[in-house]
């Protein structure tokens, strides 16, 4: 519950001062076991800012709204809203100096320095696993961890950011550090440092917790999706999910599938190819986790310009077993939820040898599908027939919330025109205060 929200909206509705500060004290003290005296004061407190607040004016306090929620454009979602609001975000930050960039629509960011390349990437805890600290920061690690190793690089160190809200227990931030440092300890990666704060301090009441790791690698050899060339095969690794998997199971009342999510599978595949002779020979990487394999498929086609084929034959038998019959029981699309299963890219006479150093670490892989010339796409043979396997508008919907969220859609065409609007907006401001920054830096 945002305090500072709930005043400003009322505030903006005409409703009396009096009656907000009633209201307010009502609902804190819903969440507080706190005298009422101090509930009410802590409630005029919250006006008296807002009304400090009411009304500034310019750069630094206004922004152009896209008049599109985050939900209703499905921004997190892994699907298509989502690919297109971070594709606006590579606009805003533009062309850069680094190696690979974030307009590569990439798993991790790249630059050279020294003859290797250093990787750097973040990943952000599963936001319904708040209740389940040590599960969010386990699943949250393994997946900035996947994001170093299929640039092709060796993971050195990990940082983490917590955010617990203002009534959440102390302890979700030591279970969620030891989530972290498992994974870390067992693949001989550091945590070396962090940040720890309430999420929006004083003003959300609450218990939820949010967060991210990030991890920083080393490599002279980069699998970048760029890299994926025309004649490749596809291959993928088995794949149980992480944090999405998780969450299914545990909110639809299947939590002994959790425990199949709990694994290094992905991360030491990585790790034998890394040392392998056959490495050198590997295009592209990938984890199959951005709306599934429906979405990491057409984000590769995008970035390389290809045209990607994928086999549903092939790909079925590639998704763990606990995990697949409880997709299939709750009529959730596998092929458009995190599998976490390692995609590759590679030529084909190099194939057999990669499938051999995978499956020497105990994993399962084979070939899904193939690379080709053409229009930059990705389908899907159906029984020998191709049909379209574009993303979706989100991801499958995998939770019983999820369901009923992805039933209620605005029309995407219209969203797509604020977000422009608004993403425009941003990049005028960034030129604007970063020409008044310069000139200050001149006359220096």
């Given at each position: 519950m945002d305090v500072e929200e709930y005043v400003r909206r009322?505030?903006?509705?005409?409703?009396?001062?009096?009656?907000?500060?009633?209201?307010?004290?009502?609902?804190?003290?819903?969440?507080?076991?706190?005298?009422?005296?101090?509930?009410?004061?802590?409630?005029?407190?919250?006006?008296?800012?807002?009304?400090?607040t009411h009304g500034l004016k310019g750069d630094f306090f206004e922004f152009v709204p896209a008049d599109v929620k985050?939900?209703?454009?499905?921004?997190?979602?892994?699907?298509?809203?989502?690919?297109?609001?971070?594709?606006q975000i590579a606009r805003i930050i533009g062309k850069t100096s680094a190696s690979v960039g974030v307009d590569e629509m990439d798993d991790a960011g790249a630059v050279s320095a020294g003859g290797n390349y250093i990787i750097c990437t973040v990943d952000g805890m599963h936001s319904r696993l708040s209740d389940y600290?040590?599960?969010?920061g386990f699943h949250v690690t393994r997946a900035t961890l996947r994001d170093v190793y299929v640039m092709g690089a060796k993971?050195?160190?990990?940082?983490?950011?917590?955010?617990?809200?203002?009534?959440?227990?102390?302890?979700?931030?030591?279970?969620?550090?030891?989530?972290?440092?498992?994974?870390?300890?067992?693949?001989?990666?550091?945590?070396?440092?962090?940040?720890?704060?309430?999420?929006?301090?004083?003003?959300?009441?609450?218990?939820?917790?949010?967060?991210?790791?990030?991890?920083?690698?080393?490599?002279?050899?980069?699998?970048?999706?760029?890299?994926?060339q025309p004649g490749d095969v596809l291959l993928?690794?088995?794949?149980?999910?992480?944090?999405?998997?998780?969450?299914?199971?545990?909110?639809?009342?299947?939590?002994?599938?959790?425990?199949?999510?709990i694994n290094l599978n992905f991360l030491l595949a990585c790790e034998n190819l890394i040392k392998s002779e056959v490495f050198m020979y590997i295009h592209a990487m990938?984890?199959?986790t951005n709306g599934g394999l429906r979405g990491d498929a057409f984000e590769m086609a995008e970035t390389a310009g290809c045209r990607i084929v994928v086999d549903e034959n092939a790909t079925g038998s590639l998704v763990e077993p606990h995990v697949r019959s409880m997709?299939?029981?709750?009529?959730?699309?596998?092929?458009?939820?995190?599998?976490?299963?390692?995609?590759?890219?590679?030529?084909?006479?190099?194939?057999?040898?990669?499938?051999?150093?995978?499956?020497?670490?105990?994993?399962?892989?084979?070939?899904?599908?193939?690379?080709?010339k053409g229009t930059p796409e990705s389908v899907l043979l159906v029984d020998g027939r191709e049909s379209d396997f574009s993303p979706r508008f989100r991801e499958s919907a995998y939770t019983p919330v999820k369901k009923i969220v992805d039933s209620d859609m605005r029309n995407f065409d219209e969203m797509k025109k604020g977000v422009i609007r608004?993403?425009?907006?941003?990049?005028?401001?960034?030129?604007?205060?970063?020409?008044?920054?310069?000139?200050?830096?001149?006359?220096?």
């Amino acid at each position: 519950m945002d305090v500072e929200e709930y005043v400003r909206r009322k505030v903006a509705d005409g409703t009396r001062e009096d009656a907000i500060q009633k209201n307010l004290t009502d609902i804190i003290m819903s969440f507080k076991k706190i005298q009422p005296h101090y509930a009410s004061a802590f409630a005029h407190a919250v006006i008296e800012e807002v009304k400090n607040t009411h009304g500034l004016k310019g750069d630094f306090f206004e922004f152009v709204p896209a008049d599109v929620k985050m939900g209703e454009f499905g921004v997190g979602s892994r699907g298509k809203g989502d690919f297109f609001a971070h594709r606006q975000i590579a606009r805003i930050i533009g062309k850069t100096s680094a190696s690979v960039g974030v307009d590569e629509m990439d798993d991790a960011g790249a630059v050279s320095a020294g003859g290797n390349y250093i990787i750097c990437t973040v990943d952000g805890m599963h936001s319904r696993l708040s209740d389940y600290p040590f599960l969010a920061g386990f699943h949250v690690t393994r997946a900035t961890l996947r994001d170093v190793y299929v640039m092709g690089a060796k993971p050195i160190m990990l940082f983490s950011d917590i955010h617990v809200a203002d009534d959440g227990d102390v302890a979700k931030i030591f279970d969620y550090t030891a989530g972290i440092t498992t994974v870390g300890e067992a693949m001989d990666v550091p945590l070396v440092t962090g940040s720890t704060l309430r999420i929006g301090g004083d003003m959300v009441l609450g218990t939820r917790l949010t967060g991210c790791v990030g991890a920083v690698g080393i490599t002279k050899h980069l699998t970048a999706r760029k890299a994926t060339q025309p004649g490749d095969v596809l291959l993928m690794t088995e794949g149980a999910g992480g944090g999405t998997v998780a969450t299914a199971a545990i909110y639809s009342g299947f939590p002994e599938v959790v425990e199949q999510t709990i694994n290094l599978n992905f991360l030491l595949a990585c790790e034998n190819l890394i040392k392998s002779e056959v490495f050198m020979y590997i295009h592209a990487m990938t984890d199959v986790t951005n709306g599934g394999l429906r979405g990491d498929a057409f984000e590769m086609a995008e970035t390389a310009g290809c045209r990607i084929v994928v086999d549903e034959n092939a790909t079925g038998s590639l998704v763990e077993p606990h995990v697949r019959s409880m997709l299939e029981t709750l009529q959730i699309d596998y092929l458009g939820v995190s599998i976490d299963a390692l995609l590759v890219a590679a030529p084909p006479d190099q194939a057999e040898e990669i499938c051999r150093v995978v499956k020497h670490a105990g994993i399962a892989m084979h070939q899904i599908g193939y690379v080709e010339k053409g229009t930059p796409e990705s389908v899907l043979l159906v029984d020998g027939r191709e049909s379209d396997f574009s993303p979706r508008f989100r991801e499958s919907a995998y939770t019983p919330v999820k369901k009923i969220v992805d039933s209620d859609m605005r029309n995407f065409d219209e969203m797509k025109k604020g977000v422009i609007r608004a993403s425009e907006a941003a990049m005028q401001k960034k030129q604007r205060v970063l020409m008044t920054l310069m000139e200050k830096k001149k006359s220096r």
